[in-house]
């Protein structure tokens, strides 16, 4: 393949690393590799630093081209690292000119460094899945990129910019284009998918574009909605969710803690009763639905009794999916200049908080044993349910959705 990319982070990332191979591929570049990085954690910087130098090493004569949410907030820590021949920003990716202009500055030893100013940038293009063809098990459709809040531990608006969103047309057309090309599941995504609309005319709302997909793509078989912000969360989008069961029943969730001075010490802009009292009401609107969250262990300050209230919440909010993120301090931040938790602890609530994870997906995979799911089949071995949860099959086209009956469980997916 003329470009490899190569991506670490979130499903925005793994969407927008489509739209790289495509751009680069059109703007002619030839034994390129593409590393689209992730600012989340020291960790993600520190794994794509290593790649790139073991890249190097394996592929000595093809051109590395860094790019992501970490080169643009460290631009010149990998603009000085030898094995980069190109640093690209986080908007100039999705670019067509700015892969051509990375061909040309190939060609003629230009500037090392394309990184436009990201908090300029105040408007979206659309731009449609790379894999546009059928048989994929799912694609995504990104509606929203930026964040306009400032959580004292994320460094993301700095490598995103602000709150941007494409048009509900573009959105609509987008999906019936990818239904039609037979598609049966599609997921919305961006970066703070819940302020979706705030800067167009109007002011849409998520709940708005959702029911307008849903009304004007009949044909479509299943939308899944990507991480939200609950306390974001629109009259509509719950009228949605209690009234069409094409929109899937399961909702991942940025709660990051459960005890409230954590979460104002975070600036968050929900309390520990609102997350509780959300999934109560959304629970209420659709019995069935399944919660997933991000829960962040060993933030500053951070005690053991406040660590507990986080721990707590899997079961007060009946959480079946946790993603756990150890605290890692982003320079630049609020929360890097706060008292800091003792790493060893850091890395053990993380672990404890994970352990209370896995014990609510065995209570989830138990209760789905004997129940029949409609199942999108994703390989030869494994489909998810409705819910998202997993389920080990044998045989099967990707893409195709089939009603399975569920026999059990092996502890880590469903059985048929």
């Known amino acids: 393949m003329a470009v490899d990319v190569i991506t670490f982070g979130c499903r925005l990332n793994s969407f927008e690393s489509d739209v790289i191979r495509r751009e680069a591929e059109g703007a002619g570049l030839q034994d390129t590799i593409v590393v689209n990085t992730c600012a989340v954690t020291n960790e993600a910087v520190a794994q794509a630093r290593q790649t790139i130098r073991k890249l190097r090493r394996e592929r000595p004569g093809a051109r590395i081209v860094v790019t992501g949410c970490a080169a643009q907030t460290q631009t010149d820590m990998f603009a000085q690292m030898s094995e980069v021949d190109r640093v690209l920003g986080n908007d ?3 670019r067509s000119d700015a892969w051509r202009s990375t061909r040309l500055a190939f060609d003629d030893a230009g500037e090392k460094i394309s990184v436009s100013d990201i908090m300029a940038v105040t408007e979206m293009a659309p731009h449609l899945a790379a894999g546009f063809q059928s048989g994929l098990p799912r694609v995504f459709v990104q509606v929203q990129n930026g964040c306009d809040h400032r959580c004292t531990f994320c460094i993301i608006p700095y490598g995103r910019g602000n709150s941007r969103s494409v048009a509900m047309g573009a959105v609509v057309d987008q999906v019936r284009a990818l ?56 009259r509509d989008l719950l009228d949605v969710i209690a009234t069409d069961e094409r929109l899937m029943p399961h909702l991942h969730l940025s709660l990051q803690a459960g005890d409230d001075m954590i979460l104002k010490r975070m600036k968050r802009r929900h309390s520990r009763a609102d997350a509780i009292a959300f999934c109560n009401q959304v629970r209420r609107l659709r019995p069935d ?13 951070e005690t053991e009794d406040m660590f507990a209230r986080s721990q707590a919440l899997v079961d007060d909010c009946d959480l079946t999916f946790l993603h756990v993120f150890p605290y890692s301090a982003r320079p630049g931040t609020p929360a890097a200049r706060m008292p800091q938790v003792d790493g060893r602890v850091i890395k053990d609530r993380a672990r404890r908080l994970r352990a209370n994870g896995q014990a609510a997906l065995q209570r989830r995979l138990s209760s789905d044993a004997g129940t029949t799911r ?24 990707p893409g195709a959705v089939h009603a399975l009956q569920m026999t059990g469980h092996d502890g880590e997916r469903l059985l048929t």
Not at 224 to 233: N, P, W
Not at 289 to 301: L, Q, Y
Not at 384 to 395: L, M, N, S, Y
């Open 179 to 234: 239904t039609e090309a037979g598609h049966a599941e599609i997921v919305l995504t961006g970066v703070d998918l819940t302020s979706y609309g705030g800067d167009l005319p109007g002011a849409p709302t998520l709940g708005m574009l959702t029911k307008q997909i849903l009304k004007h793509v009949p044909e479509l078989r299943r939308l899944r909605i990507s991480s939200i912000d609950s306390i974001e969360a629109d």
């Open 92 to 94: 100039d990716k999705m």
């Open 374 to 397: 409609s199942v999108l089949i994703e390989s030869a071995t494994q489909g998810r349910t409705e819910h998202f949860v997993p389920v080990a099959v044998a045989g099967g086209i």
């Open 289 to 301: 639905i399944a919660f997933g969250a991000d829960i962040i262990a060993g933030f500053p300050t």
